[in-house]
């Protein structure tokens, strides 16, 4: 039992500490709100992958990041209605 | 297969450029991020011209940059973010021209992620504080302060965490000696998360947040945030306490706004618009990028727009409150990533892609007419100011620094027929596109070309004075006869000077402080100061015919073996030393390298005998012209030449004025002697002579070309550097930490001899043929020697038309017009400025519609128009390479745009004829990707290449990605279908399909039979046409996802793919895989055996893997020497030209491996990131060793080569040789 309420413990210290630690009630659209925010900064991170972006778009390369920060707001969308069971 | 990863040229992309004063003394200095290298320029405040100091690769990805100075001190420090989790703090330190950690401390996991900070940087300005922040959520502040002994301590991190809550931007604010003060762009994401309506998104407001570090609790607060109006992407903190009003100006899209604690009110100000552009009209506008430029008594900030626009934007201050924003255009340079104002009046611009500028200010629009904007101006909502660009006026370019990023793809081909390959660069981006030829060699510039009455045999330049800064004579020896030509404003014949014309020259020098010496066959003159003439005759029947010189000795030769030696004393004289000394064989060439500071005499006579050795003998007066040393030669020498080489302060010690420096620098760290001997087989050596016993060691060997070798000693950066001349020139010199041997790009020269003039302080005057050649060498370092040719889009691939080596390049830009829809745009806004104008300003709208019409703004300087999204102009260009001539263009109609190209030969046509297969995208959407399908069209290329047929367009549903020939066809990959077609009368015939790729065919190679398709995500398929059955079958593939952006095949089983985050891996297909297909009679197995998740049944092997960390967009096969080996030669978004060389012995494998863990160990990259994860950073790095660290073995500390050296049985020079060895092998 007590090793059980450890497990919980860490668990939700790691939830709290790194954003996107699954749980047993994550749903599609958190996983992939995630996912995205987690691509959006990897890509700012990366000078190549933002030049990559800049030369594809034709756009300045402040104008690129300054969108990809645009998109994390909202990467998929609203979330969906909540059913309430 | 094993691998050696070799960066030929680092990247040349600009990040991050920070300036400040990073050795200490009272000049600037830059220093660039280029993404995973740091260099530190140095602008020469007298010439204008930028001087790399240093460069280093730090395996890692560098994310923000700062410099910082602590209250009161003298030097900069430099902090960097990058993907290591861990904050650094360098120091440049001048003495040992090297980087150095000061602290590193730990604070997340490595990689560029969301929570880890490391994406932005804000200094405290006074220097008290930094803080580090990341993409969501963390932020740390460090308090940095000294310790008792000066040095720079750094406290433990204090957080200021926040989840669910972005970062756009942030920057220290100017609070004067209060608690330090950081404000952050931040947007909280939490309620826009939980709302299903996706109102909350949109009523979501951006803040300004201000948080105080507590000095005195030790605690960071968050004491105010305000939502702003609009989404701002950067701020600049204003100049505050004593100088300024402090506060920030907030950049958001359209506006300009400026903001402060306490009683002020919000200043905003609209962006100003460019008067009649031809835009997209809903677009809006941002600043890029800023700088700031402060004294005690003023401050003002450069901003530039994303059209390149710079403006300068000044406070007016009421009491500390500001009270009005006032904005002026400036001028417009190349749209910046980063710009710095110099204190000596210089913006340093690293533009976004393209070369980096260096202005002068020579204006600060101060008294122009230009109109200023005020924030105090009355405007509706939503209206802006206009204003007209034009050409600079307040700047004047100073320098260019050369950059290649962003390569889009490259080519290794000798279209020039010149024995060394040529590499072929597609670079840039829009109207800044450029085709550049690069060739290994440095660049040289032509300062004067003068004709002489003769073909001259030699040289020289001479000093009046040994303290002169500049040569007084340029001497010039004839089959019979000698020129003297003085040196001042201009060059001019003088028969005053003491020399004997009427005689050829064997050798001129100054001598001692003040006085001159010349030998000639009959004998030596000695010309003092006071015109004095000493004359010494050679005796009897005998004739001087070698002779070595310096500044206090001189030594001949008589009728070939006879060595007589000759001393300055202090009084001046030149004594004939005692006895003769008769050579074992005929003298070839000797050589005396410079006296040292400070000693009488150089203690070594190098000397080259007919019978393949050369002997090293003594100058010591105890037992002078005795032999010390030899070595054998495989053929004779020509030409000797000493130098001393390698200090390690001969970089700065040329542009270093600092009254400041210490003196003992030059003696700091005393060069190397080496022997240089130029063979007449044209092979050099460079032997290390030991300075005490004259034993020479460590010899390396370099073929330089067909003559026979002469080598000149010149000046180069105030060192000593040697002038090899063969059938090409070469260029031994030390520079920064290395030694480099580079040709000139430049004829052939005969004789040569370092200059120095007001004009040209290093310099060399040569002699070819009969003409006499000032040249300066100013780019030292440069690997390449470029030629660029302007394009007009941006190029996305090209082909080289076989028979007459001219080149097909098709240029693509989203976002933009073709010319037709610009001119029709055009005319379209001048004719609603004609209809809008009332009756009486008729003639006036008339009159300025036409100058809109005629007013041509060059978009490589002022950016093409942005058309909008899913707006694409085209072109396929045909340019002859060796006069960059465009020999003709084909436009495509609006919204066509290229995404592949390929030459094929149709068996069909059977006319033998090459033919162009484009495939064309239409009404492209990018992001989701929509299209209104794609189109296949063929030309006819004539035998010349000298124009285009056009032949039919075929449609397709899809989007035509890659195509290829095969086999006397078309293999096209079409969206994810893989086809072949024939060539039809009418259209292109669909023959066969393969509909098994997952998402979209990007890359197909194709080999025989087989046909390798790379997928945008999925890696390479490898498939196999079977001709009877007519069938295209996947029969194996890759077990990892790779994003592939280029590959080239290696051999029939074995191709190299690279990948958008930056790896290069080398899949082959093993022994089994191959025989089971070729021999499976019906094909069925592969056909109809999926395996598992629907792959390929059968799977490749990966055998190499290698994280290069930036983008590969080209891989190629090819050998980059005469006579070298081939190598797999890649070229980087970022402009980084590399290659992958492979091992051919188990043994040199071990040794580097061996090599690249000790460096690991002992010399860890700079910034902290583990060099072995960064190289595993996607893929563990699999069978290829990091040549690039392995050199960084050249640069480090003596005691630590020698511990390393140790460790593996061997000494430092051993292991410098292999690693020069390797190097040498395969490129340069």
Known sequence: MGERYNIHSQLEHLQSKYIGTGHADTTKFEWLTNQHRDSLASYMGHYDILNYFAIAENESKARVRFNLMERMLQPCGPPPEKLDD | ?1228
């Open chain 2, 1 to 1228: 297969m094993y691998l050696y990863n070799l960066t030929l040229q680092k990247g040349t992309g600009v990040t991050h450029a920070v300036h400040g004063n990073f050795s200490g003394g009272k000049q600037q200095e830059i220093l660039l991020s280029r993404g995973k290298s740091l260099e530190l320029l140095r602008p020469d405040s007298n010439t204008g011209k930028v001087h790399t100091l240093l460069s280093t690769e730090i395996f890692g990805c560098i994310r923000a940059l700062m410099a910082f100075r602590l209250t009161g001190g003298t030097k900069d420090y430099i902090v960097v973010g990058s993907d290591s989790g861990r904050i650094v703090i360098l120091e440049y330190m001048p003495a040992k021209n090297a980087l150095e950690k000061v602290h590193q401390e730990t604070f997340g996991k490595s990689g560029c992620r969301r929570i880890v900070p490391g994406q932005y940087f804000a200094i405290d300005p006074k220097g008290r504080a930094v803080m580090i922040g990341a993409v969501e959520k963390q932020k740390l502040a460090y308090i940095m302060n000294r310790d008792t002994q000066a040095r720079l301590t750094i406290s433990s991190p204090l957080e200021a965490h926040k989840s669910n809550t972005l970062t756009y931007h942030m920057v220290g604010v100017d609070v004067g000696f209060d608690n330090p003060m950081f404000a952050c762009l931040e947007i909280d994401y939490e309620e826009s998360d939980l709302d299903p309506t996706g109102d909350a998104a949109q009523r979501t407001q951006q803040t300004l947040t201000f948080y105080e570090l507590d000095l005195g609790l030790n605690h960071v607060v968050r004491k105010y945030s305000e939502p702003l109006e609009e989404h701002a992407n950067f701020l600049v903190s204003v100049p505050g306490g004593n100088d300024g009003p402090s506060g920030v100006l907030i950049c958001s899209e359209n506006y300009l706004t400026y903001k402060n604690l306490g009683d002020q009110h919000d200043i905003r100000c609209p962006i100003p618009r460019r008067r009649n552009d031809l835009d997209d009209p809903e677009r809006g506008m941002i600043f890029i990028c800023s700088a700031t430029h402060r004294t005690k008594s003023m401050y003002f900030f450069l901003l530039q727009t994303e059209q390149g626009d710079i403006f300068k934007i000044t406070l007016e201050t009421d009491d500390d409150v500001v009270s009005e924003i006032k904005l002026k255009y400036f001028d417009t340079v190349p749209p910046a990533s980063a710009m710095c104002v110099l204190k000596t009046g210089f913006l340093f611009v690293a533009s976004e892609f393209g070369n980096h500028y260096l202005y002068q200010i020579a204006h600060l629009g101060d008294d122009d007419d230009e109109p200023e904007f005020s924030s105090a101006m009355p405007l509706e909502e939503g209206e802006t100011f206009f204003f007209a660009p034009r050409t600079l006026k307040n700047l004047v370019l100073v320098d260019e620094l050369p950059s290649f990023a962003p390569i889009i793809t490259s080519q290794v081909a000798d279209l020039a027929n010149e024995d060394t390959p040529q590499l072929y660069v597609l670079c840039g981006r829009g109207p800044r596109s450029t085709l550049r030829v690069l060739r290994h060699g440095l660049e040289v510039s032509e300062m004067a070309v003068s004709e002489l009455p003769g073909n001259p045999n030699a040289v020289w330049t001479v000093k009046k004075r040994a303290d002169d800064e500049f040569d007084a004579y340029i001497i010039v020896s004839f089959v019979n006869a000698t020129l003297v030509l003085s040196i001042g404003e201009t060059v001019e014949e003088v028969t005053d000077s003491g020399f004997l014309g009427t005689t050829p020259t064997l050798c001129c020098a100054a001598l001692g402080d003040d006085a001159l010496v010349q030998v000639y066959p009959d004998g030596i003159r000695h010309i003092r100061s006071d015109k004095r003439v000493n004359e010494w005759k050679a005796p009897g029947k005998k004739s001087i015919t070698k002779c070595a010189v310096n500044q206090r000795q001189v030594v001949i030769t008589l009728s070939g073996r006879e060595l007589v030696y000759f001393e300055m004393d202090p009084t001046g004289e030149l004594n004939e030393y005692t006895e003769r000394s008769e050579m074992p064989a005929e003298i070839m060439c000797m050589a005396l390298g410079t006296v040292p500071d400070g000693e009488q005499r150089s203690w070594f006579l190098a000397v080259g005998l007919a019978d393949n050795t050369v002997r090293i003998l003594s100058l010591d007066p105890n037992n002078c012209l005795t032999p010390c040393s030899m070595q054998a030669l495989p053929s004779p020498a020509e030409s000797l030449c000493l130098v001393e080489m390698g200090h390690t302060e001969s970089t700065t010690s040329a542009g270093a004025l600092d009254d400041d420096a210490p003196p003992q620098r030059s003696g700091s760290n005393k060069g190397t002697i080496y022997l240089n001997i130029g063979l007449s087989n044209g092979v050099l050596l460079r032997t290390v002579l030991d300075p005490v016993s004259g034993d020479l060691a460590d010899t390396r060997t370099r073929y330089l070309g067909s003559r026979p070798v002469k080598l000149f000693r010149i000046k180069m950066q105030g060192a000593e550097a040697v002038l090899a001349m063969s059938s090409r020139s070469w260029l031994s010199y030390y520079h920064q930490n290395r030694f480099h041997l580079t040709p000139l790009s430049y004829e052939t020269l005969e004789y040569a001899s370092g200059f120095s003039s007001e004009q040209c302080s290093e310099g060399i005057v040569a002699i070819s043929t009969n003409t006499l050649r000032i040249l300066a060498l100013e780019k030292l370092g440069a690997v390449f020697n470029q030629v660029a040719f302007p394009l007009q889009f941006t190029p996305r691939t090209f082909v080289i038309h076989p028979d007459t080596g001219r080149m097909l390049i098709a240029e693509t830009d989203h976002n933009a017009y073709t010319e037709d829809t610009k001119s029709a745009r055009k005319e379209q806004m001048a004719e609603e400025m004609r209809s809008a104008a009332g009756d009486e300003e008729r003639e006036l709208a008339r009159e300025m519609a036409n100058a809109f019409i005629n007013e041509v703004l060059p978009e490589d300087v002022f950016s093409a128009p942005k058309a909008g999204l899913g707006l694409w102009a085209s072109q396929i260009r045909c340019l002859d390479a060796m006069h960059g001539q465009t020999m003709f263009s084909v436009s495509l109609t609006q919204n066509e745009a290229i995404m592949s190209m390929a030459m094929v030969k149709f068996s069909v046509a059977a006319d033998g004829r090459y033919y162009l297969a484009v495939g064309i995208a239409r009404d492209l959407q990018l992001n989701p990707r929509i299209s209104q399908g794609g189109c296949l069209d063929i030309y006819k290329i004539d035998p010349t290449c000298s124009s285009l047929e056009f032949m039919h367009r075929t449609e397709i549903d899809e989007i035509p990605g890659a195509l290829c020939g095969f086999q006397g066809r078309l293999l096209a990959g079409c969206g994810r279908m893989l086809r072949i077609y024939d060539l039809g009368k009418k259209k292109m015939l669909r023959k066969c399909e393969n509909k098994h790729i997952p998402y979209q065919i990007v890359n197909i190679q194709a080999m025989g039979h087989r046909v390798y398709v790379s997928d945008v995500q999925e890696s390479v398929f490898f498939l196999r046409y079977r001709r009877a059955e007519n069938q295209l079958i996947i029969f194996a593939d890759d077990t990892h996802p790779r994003w592939v952006t280029a590959t080239t095949l290696l051999d029939y089983d074995t191709i190299a793919i690279a990948d958008k985050f930056g790896n290069l891996s080398i899949q082959r297909l093993p022994h089994s895989v191959t025989d089971d297909v070729d021999e499976d009679p019906t094909g069925t197995k592969s056909l109809w055996d999926r395996g598992l998740l629907s792959g390929a049944s059968q799977k490749s092997e990966n055998i190499c893997s290698f994280h290069v960390g930036e983008i590969i967009m080209s891989l190629q096969k090819a050998t980059l020497i005469p006579g070298g080996s081939e190598a797999l030669i890649y070229s980087t978004l970022n402009g980084t030209v590399g290659a992958f060389v492979p091992f051919t012995s188990r043994e040199d494998y071990d040794f580097f491996q061996h090599l690249e863990m000790h460096m690991r160990n002992e010399n860890p990259p700079l910034c902290g990131r583990d060099h072995l994860s960064y190289r595993s950073s996607y893929y563990p790095v699999k069978n290829v060793l990091d040549g690039d660290l392995c050199e960084q073995y050249l640069s480090i500390e003596a005691a630590k080569q020698k511990s390393i050296a140790g460790d593996m049985f061997r000494t430092p020079n051993q292991i410098c040789k292999k690693l020069e060895d390797i190097r040498t092998r395969y490129a340069f």
